[in-house]
């Protein structure tokens, strides 16, 4: 993948964070006095922000890393780490809203959501990994 589009990608990313993270402070938080949502599905869906914009970061900072370190393991944990939000911050976001739109089905993505935290580990360990084994 170009550098051009990994850049992008988390320019989408991170903008995509940005705005769920109002939607949840100012939009989510007036849900709770109705019971549309609970204190920790509030929580929940903080949490998935957060990572996701965590994540965010790190892919920035590995596309910055790879004009020094030429490795393999730094894509792949940047793809990691792309999985990682997908699966742990998508899932977060359906659950946690899922009261919203009458979408109990969409319970079955909790098995999901430990999915997208053991990439986001896989990640980091790719991380290290690059910098021991360099490409030659």
């Not at 894509?75 to 990682?84: M, P, R, T, V, W």
């Not at 009261?99 to 980091?124: E, K, M, Q, R, S």
Request: net charge positive; aromatic share 14%.
């Amino acid at each position: 993948m170009t550098t051009k589009k990994q850049i992008t990608i988390v320019g989408i990313l991170g903008a995509v964070a940005v705005a769920l993270g109002a939607f949840g402070a100012h939009t989510l938080k007036g849900k709770l006095p109705g019971g549309l949502i609970t204190p920790d599905q509030l929580a929940g869906f903080d949490s998935g922000v957060r990572y996701q914009m965590y994540h965010t970061l790190a892919m920035l900072l590995i596309v910055v890393l790879k004009y020094n370190i030429s490795s393999k393991f730094l894509n792949y944990a940047y793809n990691l780490f792309f999985i990682g939000i997908i699966l742990f911050s998508g899932s977060l976001y359906f659950l946690c809203t899922r009261n919203l739109y009458n979408a109990d089905f969409l319970i079955f993505l909790g098995p999901v959501t430990p999915l997208g935290g053991l990439c986001f580990i896989a990640g980091w360990i790719f991380i290290i990994v690059s910098v021991i084994k360099k490409d030659k």
